[in-house]
């Protein structure tokens, strides 16, 4: 904090306090002014490299640590400070082990620094603050706040046995991880830039095409990856479009339209591959471009899922929906190329005679690049 200047150093003690405002004085849901804050303390506390400092969820408790102790002494607000003690304490001590291993089978392949940016760590605390004092009842806290927190299972058909309709089982839940919140922006890290660039892309699709994608930027409360290894084979995944992602069938509001819409993690680190790997071509180009699949791989798999359990009548089938689907895809594409100019537009048309198909580069990188996963995990079943 020291290398900091004295505006940022102002700007990283204001956020601090805003947190733990919350931590000790709130009981419910989180506010979007703290999300914002605790998304600037992750951005701050990224490590350099990855053998740098400590984890940035650990470094924000240092630093809330620190702060708190000097609060104490000059700010008589919070003078009294045990809830914001004992929420740390909850928080990093105890509700984090414990969500970690009690996912260590499902998660097995994850690092914790992979899981918990900015907008996970809000939503932990709500959690936790949730579940209402005394606040030395960890075990009571803990597992009720897991329990909260997991509010995802995707598209899991269950049988009904007897009337009684089964359940999916509770180690199959989890916490989808947040990289964008609608009125706070896109996490910290490495998903920011490609995030940013394609909610631009879709806030300047024609309104037609969103209609037909059954996709209203307006109503995306959250962008969310699923942190789950990808099983190409699973039944479950053998919709089409499912490895792109769909709206969450369980966060419906009282209109009845979904409001979260969760990415597959393979499908978003394929397409920041291309970014990496392409050393010959202009990385800002190529991140637009990365942006501008993630966008109509949204849109495509909207249109599978609708924006609500209301959308689709149940006499549609799947076949009857591909191939508007298909239709309106094409035409993102082509008005996106539309509304580009320059040396980028050349090289995309160019390309495009070559591969037949608009921004046929980066989609059929994401192609190739989920075939070969696919091809590796059957390779070693």
Aim: with cysteine; net charge negative.
């Amino acid at each position: 904090m020291d290398e900091r200047s004295g505006e940022q150093r102002d700007r990283l003690n204001e956020d601090l306090r805003q947190v733990l405002g919350f931590l000790n004085f709130s009981s419910g849901k989180m506010d979007l002014k703290t999300l914002a804050s605790l998304n600037r303390l992750y951005a701050q506390a990224i490590p350099a490299g990855p053998y740098e400092g400590l984890a940035a969820w650990l470094q924000i408790q240092q630093w809330l640590q620190d702060e708190l102790a000097c609060l104490a002494e000059t700010n008589p607000g919070f003078a009294d400070c045990q809830q914001a003690v004992a929420m740390m304490e909850l928080v990093w001590l105890n509700f984090l082990p414990a969500y970690l291993d009690f996912h260590r089978d499902l998660l097995f392949h994850q690092e914790p620094e992979a899981l918990i940016n900015g907008f996970f760590l809000g939503r932990a605390m709500e959690a936790v603050v949730m579940q209402g004092g005394p606040w030395s009842e960890a075990d009571r806290i803990v597992p009720a706040a897991i329990a909260q927190l997991n509010d995802y299972v995707g598209h899991r058909p269950v049988a009904v046995l007897e009337g009684r309709r089964l359940e999916p089982y509770a180690h199959e839940w989890l916490r989808p991880i947040p990289i964008f919140v609608g009125g706070v922006g896109a996490t910290a890290g490495l998903y920011e830039g490609v995030v940013l660039r394609c909610m631009q892309i879709l806030q300047e699709t024609d309104p037609d095409i969103l209609h037909q994608a059954s996709f209203d930027l307006s109503l995306l409360e959250e962008l969310a990856i699923d942190p789950r290894a990808y099983d190409f084979d699973h039944p479950v995944n053998q919709r089409p479009n499912y490895h792109f992602g769909q709206w969450d069938p369980h966060r419906i509001d009282n209109s009845g339209n979904y409001r979260r819409f969760v990415v597959q993690q393979v499908t978003l680190d394929a397409l920041l591959a291309r970014v990496h790997e392409a050393s010959d071509l202009p990385q800002e180009e190529l991140l637009t471009e990365a942006a501008a699949v993630l966008a109509g791989t949204i849109l495509m798999a909207s249109g599978i899922s609708g924006s609500g359990p209301g959308v689709f009548a149940s006499t549609v089938t799947l076949a009857s929906i591909l191939g508007p689907i298909a239709a309106y895809r094409d035409q993102f594409y082509e008005q996106l190329l539309d509304r580009m100019s320059g040396p980028h537009l050349e090289r995309l048309l160019e390309e495009q005679k070559l591969r037949r198909q608009p921004f046929g580069g980066a989609r059929q990188h994401l192609n190739t690049h989920l075939a070969k996963l696919r091809a590796s995990q059957l390779e070693h079943v």
